[in-house]
């Protein structure tokens, strides 16, 4: 099976003779790092009853579990990836009347 890669992963792939091993030592402390930032923690959240019935409709639609999905949903809007629909709509009226 030949993976289909994205943009970067071409251009690393394309520059792959410039990169250099790194020492066992090293490696180790960034894998510990990326581990660290990939731990999940467990919290306790109080929701209105008709946001959580709404969630897991939603995540039921989408076929994960809801905790799955309000995680996706927190991760998104920490890394500013969550987009507000009403903006992007506001935002093609803009640009088509101008």
């Given at each position: 099976?030949?993976?289909?890669?994205?943009?970067?992963?071409?251009?690393?792939?394309?520059?792959?003779?410039?990169?250099?091993?790194?020492?066992a030592?090293?490696r180790?402390?960034?894998?510990?790092?990326?581990?660290?930032?990939?731990?999940?923690?467990?919290?306790?959240?109080?929701?209105?009853?008709?946001?959580?019935?709404?969630?897991?409709r939603?995540?039921?639609?989408?076929?994960l579990?809801?905790?799955?999905?309000?995680?996706?949903?927190?991760h998104?809007?920490?890394?500013?990836?969550?987009?507000?629909?009403?903006?992007i709509?506001?935002?093609?009226?803009?640009?088509?009347?101008s």
């Amino acid at each position: 099976m030949n993976p289909k890669l994205d943009k970067y992963e071409n251009e690393i792939e394309k520059n792959i003779s410039q990169y250099k091993p790194v020492s066992a030592k090293k490696r180790a402390l960034i894998e510990g790092i990326i581990d660290k930032a990939n731990e999940k923690k467990s919290i306790s959240l109080r929701l209105r009853s008709n946001d959580l019935e709404q969630l897991k409709r939603r995540a039921d639609i989408e076929g994960l579990p809801y905790q799955t999905l309000l995680s996706s949903i927190v991760h998104k809007f920490v890394t500013d990836q969550l987009v507000d629909k009403r903006s992007i709509v506001k935002s093609m009226e803009i640009l088509r009347t101008s």
